[in-house]
């Protein structure tokens, strides 16, 4: 199957892409950008590094649209660091960026019958999209987003994604034929502790030292945030996951909304009198299976890049 990640680039979103890299079943077409742990200018520089630096530079990336005056969140730029990436600095990306991410998308769904798209940021780009016809009936998305059963992460009603731009999740829950939601439900039983990230560094490269000093920081900035969990959320490498293995989550099928005013704006709730497309909203998740995928992958990335 083919790939199209949607990334703002921040540190699950790193470790996002690497899982599609070291990932034998995909092949990854490009990667557009959007906002939210950084700017589209800061996470297309970011997503290109990375790409450098995991041996993938001829991946193309096209930024998307951010609204005018768009701010990165205290709390984002605390969780994910300045940059982004923890601090971590690569080596800035040499080629330019590629062109229009709501073009690519729209034609490689026309281009690619196997196609999945991965959202993990705002869905301004994806919601910009669905307005071709032809892509709201036929893309296949897997998106990082929204919690159903469980409280927000930036609001008691509103996970960070959908946040960010409500109306655009919305759109894409009306539109969209083939959604499944990936929220906090599911994401934060996924948990990446410490001691996971030893055989990261055991590999003694480069690309081993970069992913531990991700991990490192990230979960540092949830001992802070949310030291309950003892780890921190592999929130967009499931959504990643589930679209190579939709048997990883068990899902309920719902006529999905988002509220867009008043005071649970950008609660992802489902509402039965909606008539539309039916939203595959993730509830559970094998937790092992998913972590042993996740930690074999990355290892081997790891070892051989």
């Known amino acids: 199957m083919k790939l199209i990640l949607d990334l703002d680039t921040g540190i699950d979103d790193a470790f996002a892409l ?3 890299l070291a990932s034998p079943e995909v092949e990854l077409i490009g990667v557009t950008g959007t906002y939210g742990n950084v700017t589209v200018a800061d996470g297309v520089r970011n ?4 790409l450098a630096l995991f041996g993938r530079p001829d991946i193309p990336v096209y930024p998307g649209p951010s609204p005018e005056g768009w701010a990165v969140a205290e709390i984002s730029a605390f969780i994910h660091g300045a940059n982004g990436l923890g601090g971590v600095e690569l080596p800035a990306p040499v080629a330019p960026p590629a062109g229009s991410a709501v073009d690519f998308l729209i034609d490689a769904v026309r281009t690619h019958p196997d196609l999945v798209i991965v959202p993990t940021g705002a869905s301004t780009s994806i919601a910009a999209a669905v307005q071709d016809d032809h892509f709201a009936e036929h893309a296949r998305i897997v998106m990082m987003g929204g919690a159903l059963t469980v409280p927000g992460n930036v609001r008691p009603w509103a996970e960070a994604n959908v946040w960010q731009d409500p109306e655009a999740t919305d759109e894409v829950f009306r539109r969209a034929h083939h959604v ?4 906090l439900d599911v994401t934060l039983k996924t948990l990446l ?3 996971d990230v030893a055989s990261w560094r055991e590999q003694g490269t480069e ?3 970069v992913l531990a000093a991700l991990a490192d920081y990230y979960i540092g900035a949830y ?3 949310a030291p309950h969990l003892g780890g921190c959320g592999l929130h967009d490498p499931l959504a990643v996951a589930v679209a190579i293995d939709p048997s990883l989550v068990t899902c309920l099928a719902l006529p999905m909304q988002v509220d867009v005013a008043g005071e649970t704006r950008g609660r992802t709730i489902g509402d039965l009198s909606r008539q539309g497309p039916m939203v595959n909203v993730a509830v559970d998740v094998d937790v092992e299976r998913f972590l042993g995928a996740f930690m074999t992958r990355l290892t081997r990335l790891a070892a051989n890049t």
């Open 18 to 20: 690497a899982y599609a």
């Open 47 to 50: 997503t290109r590094a990375l």
């Open 180 to 183: 499944t939601m990936i929220g």
């Open 193 to 195: 502790t410490s001691s």
């Open 207 to 209: 690309v081993g030292e």
């Open 223 to 225: 001992s802070t945030t």
